[in-house]
C-alpha cells in the first residue's frame, strides 16, 4: 500500500503577507476569500489536491507583485490582493494621488502666500463591478486630506470625465474604469490640469515623470488603516457637466441632411443615453439603439471582449443594420471614449472575413479599420480648419496617410508614442487619433481620445456624401487616388503567461524578419532607445525597401503583442481612376499585406 506524500508547506513570507493584507482589508467580501483561500492552500489533508493546488496558485499570482501604477493609471483583475484591483489598491492610490497633489501645490504656490488651496479632484466612473465603490472611496480619501473631492452624479462616459477636468479647472481627475477589458478587469485612469499642468497637456493623462512621483508616494502609503477617510463632505456634482459637455459637442454641429439611418450600439457600456442625445440633438432620429446592448451591464453577456475590434463585438448591430436597411453601423466601446464603424461595401460582399452574420456578409457590411477612420476625420478636419499653424498628429503605430493629408492642406503633421496621453499634448493640436478606434475632435474641451464627438462628426460626414450619391468608401477612395493607397492590420498574440512578452519581444529584436512580402527589410530600429526624437519605448520597426513598415510592441493595457503593419502602393493611383482601378489596387495591397502578416507571425513563432 502507497501513500501520497504531504505537499510541502506554504513559503512563510506569503503566508505572512496574505494574512498581513486581510487583516488590513477594508472589504470584508475580498478579506473572506483571500481568508479562505489561504485555508484552503494550507489545508494539506481535508482538501481535494487539485482545489488545494489551485488555491496556492492563485495566491501566488495575487502576492507575486504590486499591481503597476504607470501612464495608463492601474488596470487588472478585481479580487483581493496586490496585484488585483480592490478598495485596498484604491485607497493606497487616492493617498498617493492627493500626497502627490498637495506635494506639486505646495512647490508651485506664489513664496509670499501664506497657505495653499487644497487639491480639487474630480472623480467619474463607469458601471462596471465596483466602480462607484472605488469612486466613492477616491472621494473620501481626497476629502479626509483636504481637498475638494466633485463627484460625477452617475456612470458617465470617460470622455465627460476628461472634459470636466478642464471645464471645472481642476488639479486633477480620476476616471474608474477598465474600457473594453474583459468584466472581470477595472481600472484607475489620471488626468492632471489646473494649477498641476498649466501647458498644452492640461487636462490629459499623465506621462513621465508625474507617473513616477505619485507611484512613490503609493509605494510609501505604510498601510490601508493608516490612510483617513472621511464618511462624507465631498460634491456630488448635478447634471450641469453633462450638460456642459453636450454644449461643446454642439458647436460641432454642421448644416447637413439628417435622414440617414444609424445603428448604434455602446456594447453595454455607460456611452448609449450620451451617444442617443448627441446624434439625436443633431437632428438624426433614424437612429436604432441595439436593444440586447443598450443598458450598461458589468458581464457584458452577449459579447466575448467588449471591444468594437475584437471579432464578433458588432454581430447584433450588423444583424439590426440589415433588419432595418441601415446607411451606417456606430459602435462605443463601454466607456464611450472609442468609436468604430461599419458600412456597405460592393467590394467586401461575401468575403470570407466578415465576422458578422451570412446576411450582413452578403450585403458587404464591413468594419472600417481604425486608420481608415482617421484619414476620414483627419481629411474633414482639415478642410474645415481655421486655425493657423494647426497640427494633425498620430501616434508612431498609426497609418502614415494622415502625413500626407497634413502636407496637402498645408498643415504640420507630428508624431508620437502610443496613447492620447501624448497625442493629446501635442502644441497646436486641431485632430489626433490612433489606430485602436481613438480620435480628439475637439482638443480644445477634451485632451483625450473622444467617441461621440467622433461619432457626431462621423455621422455628419456620411450624411453629407449620402446627399451627393456617395459613401464614405467612395471617400476612402478619393484618398486613395489622391495620396497613394495605403493598407493597414494588426496581429496580435495574447499571452497567459505574461513572461512570454518579454521573451517575445527579445526573440524579434534578435532575429527580425530579413524580409516582408519579398522586400527587403532595410532599416531595423529599437524603439526603446529612442527614436525620431521621441522618448524611449518598448518597441521594434521594421521598414522594408518598397516602403512597407511593421511595428512590433506590447500592449500597454492588456496582455498582448501587438504587430502594426502598413503596405503601400508604390504608384499612387491615377487620380482620373474610377472604381475598378481602386479595388483592383486593394487587392494587390490585401495580398502583399496577409503575407507580411505569415513572415511576422513565424517572426514571432506564432505561425
Given at each position: 500500500m502507497t501513500t501520497s506524500a504531504k505537499p510541502a508547506p506554504l513559503p512563510d513570507d506569503l503566508v505572512q503577507a496574505?494574512?498581513?493584507?486581510?487583516?488590513?482589508?477594508p472589504d470584508p467580501t475580498t478579506s473572506a476569500h483571500l481568508a479562505r483561500l489561504l485555508e484552503i492552500a494550507q489545508d494539506e489533508d481535508g482538501t481535494d489536491d487539485e482545489l488545494r493546488d489551485a488555491a496556492r496558485v492563485e495566491?501566488?499570482?495575487r502576492f507575486r507583485g504590486t499591481l503597476e501604477f504607470g501612464t495608463a493609471g492601474l488596470r487588472g483583475a478585481l479580487g483581493g490582493g496586490p496585484n488585483r484591483m480592490n478598495r485596498a489598491v484604491v485607497i493606497r492610490a487616492a493617498a498617493g494621488l492627493v500626497r502627490y497633489l498637495v506635494e506639486r501645490l505646495g512647490e508651485l504656490h506664489d513664496e509670499g502666500a501664506s497657505t495653499v488651496e487644497g487639491p480639487r479632484v474630480v472623480i467619474g466612473y463607469d458601471a462596471r463591478h465596483n466602480s462607484d465603490v472605488f469612486a466613492r472611496d477616491t472621494a473620501a480619501v481626497v476629502t479626509a486630506a483636504g481637498g475638494h473631492a466633485l463627484l460625477l452624479p452617475e456612470p458617465l462616459p470617460t470622455p465627460v470625465l476628461a472634459f470636466a477636468v478642464r471645464?471645472?479647472?481642476?488639479?486633477?481627475?480620476v476616471m474608474v474604469t477598465a474600457s473594453h477589458n474583459p468584466p472581470q478587469d477595472n481600472g484607475y485612469k489620471v488626468y492632471l490640469g489646473g494649477r498641476v499642468v498649466t501647458d498644452s497637456g492640461q487636462g490629459a493623462q499623465i506621462v513621465p515623470p508625474y507617473d513616477a512621483g505619485i507611484a512613490a508616494h503609493i509605494a510609501a502609503v505604510p498601510s490601508v488603516r493608516s490612510v483617513r477617510r472621511s464618511e462624507g463632505g465631498w460634491t456630488v456634482l448635478g447634471e450641469e457637466v453633462l450638460e456642459a459637455y453636450l454644449t461643446s459637442l454642439a458647436a460641432l454641429r454642421r448644416d447637413v441632411p439628417t435622414d440617414l439611418r444609424v445603428v448604434l450600439t455602446p456594447l453595454h457600456g455607460v456611452g448609449g443615453p450620451t451617444a442617443e442625445r448627441v446624434l439625436r440633438g443633431a437632428g438624426f432620429e433614424d437612429l436604432h439603439v441595439v436593444p440586447e446592448q443598450a443598458l450598461p451591464d458589468p458581464e457584458f453577456p452577449t459579447v466575448a471582449f467588449p471591444n468594437p475590434e475584437e471579432p464578433g463585438a458588432i454581430d447584433l448591430a450588423l444583424a439590426l443594420a440589415e433588419v432595418v436597411g441601415a446607411d451606417l453601423v456606430v459602435a462605443n466601446d463601454p466607456d464611450a471614449d472609442r468609436c468604430a464603424l461599419a458600412v456597405r461595401d460592393a467590394r467586401h460582399a461575401h468575403a470570407s472575413s466578415t465576422s458578422g452574420p451570412p446576411t450582413a456578409a452578403a450585403s458587404g457590411w464591413r468594419m472600417l479599420h481604425g486608420d481608415e477612420v482617421g484619414a476620414l476625420l483627419g481629411q474633414d478636419v482639415a478642410r474645415r480648419s481655421t486655425a493657423t499653424g494647426g497640427v494633425l498628429a498620430s501616434s508612431i503605430v498609426s497609418s502614415r496617410?494622415?502625413?500626407?493629408?497634413?502636407?496637402?492642406?498645408g498643415m504640420s503633421h507630428r508624431s508620437t508614442l502610443t496613447g492620447f496621453k501624448w497625442i493629446s499634448r501635442v502644441e497646436g493640436l486641431v485632430f489626433g487619433y490612433e489606430e485602436a478606434l481613438g480620435y480628439c475632435v475637439?482638443?480644445?474641451?477634451?485632451?483625450?481620445?473622444d467617441g461621440l464627438s467622433a461619432a457626431l462628426l462621423l455621422v455628419q460626414l456620411a450624411a453629407e456624401l449620402h446627399a451627393q450619391g456617395r459613401t464614405l468608401v467612395d471617400e476612402l477612395d478619393d484618398l486613395a487616388r489622391r495620396h497613394g493607397l495605403h493598407l493597414t492590420d494588426q496581429l496580435s498574440a495574447r499571452f497567459a503567461d505574461l513572461d512570454q512578452i518579454p521573451a517575445t519581444m527579445a526573440r524579434v529584436r534578435t532575429d527580425p524578419p530579413r524580409e516582408l512580402a519579398g522586400s527587403r527589410v532595410v532599416e531595423v530600429t529599437d524603439l526603446s532607445t529612442g527614436a525620431d526624437g521621441l522618448p524611449p519605448t518598448d518597441g521594434l520597426r521594421l521598414v522594408a525597401e518598397d516602403g512597407t513598415r511593421v511595428i512590433v510592441r506590447p500592449s500597454g493595457t492588456e496582455p498582448k503583442v501587438k504587430c502594426y503593419l502598413e503596405v503601400i502602393?508604390?504608384?499612387p493611383v491615377p487620380a482620373d481612376a474610377d472604381a475598378d482601378p481602386v479595388g483592383e489596387a486593394r487587392r494587390t495591397a490585401r495580398e502583399r499585406l496577409d503575407a507580411v502578416r505569415a513572415d511576422v507571425a513565424a517572426a514571432l513563432g506564432l505561425a
Open positions: 496574505v494574512r498581513a493584507w486581510v487583516d488590513d482589508d495566491l501566488a499570482d471645464h471645472l479647472g481642476a488639479d486633477a481627475g496617410l494622415l502625413a500626407r493629408i497634413a502636407a496637402d492642406h475637439d482638443p480644445a474641451h477634451v485632451r483625450d481620445k502602393v508604390p504608384v
